[in-house]
């Protein structure tokens, strides 16, 4: 009872408040689809098959090898 | 013998520099002239635009087509007296108009007519934009302070207020297009547009940039500032001849500019869909950056000739209570499209 209460006084303000600000409310519903698809869209795309690229390399890769320490002008 | 040597030496490096600098001077007219020339033919061009719109033959006696009438009418201002008023600022008088032509043409200097066309290919274009943009309330505002006419000085302060107040729309407009970009550079702005044009994925937004250019340019409905029924000119009232020309010449300039940077950032500046393959020799980019720029200036001319003018406090209301909110919508959602899909472009 309570919530069927609550629920139907917000959605009558909602209501109003489109038919009062239709600007602000509006922009708020534009506004807010940004952030709502940033936590739900990755997991939907995630369970359809979609992995992150592999981040791009910036530098040259290491050897496969144990490191030896550089004791002068080795490449002389 | 040395001593001649390095008199030599000096000698030549003078002359490269002297021919250095005529070289950009070339460059620089290579660019002014045909501007002006276009800003002479957008006036004839929107006297014929809102004759056909309203059913009139429009100018038609100078020259064929009424062609020459832009020359006949700059040719009648140069020739009308200056008339300074005996209690104006007079270094600020002349200060406006030559500031508000300066910084509408300074505006070129970045724009890329082609692949290597550009005076500058330079990586902050937008920016400079929008700093030249900001710089060019100072004109309105010195005319209006320096005339010592309340028509011009209210007109001034209308105006001055509406350019700010519309710089806020256009500035978050432009910084979607850096979002979607990740650059600053109008070639790399141009060069990514090769898939889709900007004006597809973000026509609201392309809305509101409009609306924020006609309000910059102070074109109708956002003319309050020239208000004739309240204000007789605005804020040029009490300047006449040659000054009155820069002023003209000033906003005619900004108007093709803000059309050809509309051209760039949503309609692929000089480029064409790859459908549309040019294999010939010659070089169209130029040609096609101008046709674009021909559509927004058509349609500055268009609302010139449908929309009533705003009341003052409309026009503010606009800006901050409707366009404000949607934009700042739209800078929220469009980086969120762009983190979910994983397009961040930097």
Not at chain 1, 16 to 45: D, K, L, N
Not at chain 2, 103 to 123: C, H, K, M, T, V
Request: hydrophobic residues 50%.
């Amino acid at each position: 009872m309570f919530f069927t209460q609550t629920l139907r006084s917000s959605y009558r303000y909602l209501q109003r408040q489109a038919h009062e600000s239709p600007v602000i409310f509006y922009s708020c519903v534009i506004g807010a689809i940004g952030p709502v698809m940033v936590v739900t869209v990755p997991p939907i795309r995630e369970r359809m098959g979609w992995r992150p690229a592999e981040i791009v390399p910036t530098s040259y890769p290491l050897p496969q090898r144990a490191r030896t320490p550089v004791q002068g002008y080795e490449d002389q | 013998m040395i001593k001649k040597h390095t008199q030599i030496k000096m000698n030549n490096n003078l002359t490269i520099t002297i021919i250095n600098i005529l070289l950009n001077l070339i460059d620089v007219l290579c660019i002014v002239l045909p501007v002006l020339l276009s800003v002479a033919f957008m006036t004839i061009i929107e006297r014929k635009q809102l004759a056909a719109h309203q059913r009139r033959v429009g100018p038609n006696i100078v020259g064929y087509y009424g062609l020459l009438q832009p020359f006949a009418d700059a040719l009648k201002l140069i020739l009308k007296e200056t008339i300074i008023p005996s209690q104006s600022n007079k270094v600020l008088f002349f200060l406006a108009p030559i500031s508000t032509l300066i910084f509408s043409l300074l505006g070129w200097g970045i724009i890329p007519f082609g692949q290597g066309l550009a005076l500058s290919d330079f990586s902050l274009g937008i920016l400079y934009t929008l700093a030249l943009s900001s710089l060019g309330v100072y004109g309105v505002l010195l005319a209006g302070w320096s005339a010592n006419s309340k028509y011009a000085f209210l007109g001034s302060l209308r105006s001055t207020a509406a350019m700010i107040s519309y710089e806020l729309i256009l500035s978050s407009a432009i910084l979607i297009i850096i979002l979607l970009t990740g650059s600053l550079n109008y070639n790399t702005i141009i060069e990514i547009q090769q898939s889709v044009w900007f004006i597809i994925p973000l026509l609201p937004v392309f809305i509101f940039y409009f609306i924020a250019i006609l309000a910059e340019t102070s074109r109708t409905p956002f003319d309050l500032q020239e208000a004739e029924s309240e204000l007789v000119a605005g804020f040029f009232t009490e300047h006449s001849s040659v000054p009155f020309v820069y002023f003209f010449l000033g906003e005619y300039s900004s108007i093709v500019l803000f059309s050809c940077i509309t051209a760039i950032l949503f309609l692929g500046g000089y480029n064409l869909p790859e459908v549309f393959v040019n294999n010939s020799i010659i070089n169209l980019q130029s040609i096609i950056l101008g046709l674009k720029t021909c559509i927004f200036c058509f349609f500055f001319v268009w609302f010139r000739a449908t929309l009533p003018r705003l009341r003052y406090d409309q026009l503010i209301e606009l800006c901050w209570l409707n366009l404000l909110p949607v934009c700042v919508a739209f800078i929220i959602l469009i980086p969120s499209i762009l983190v979910s899909f994983d397009l961040v472009p930097f």
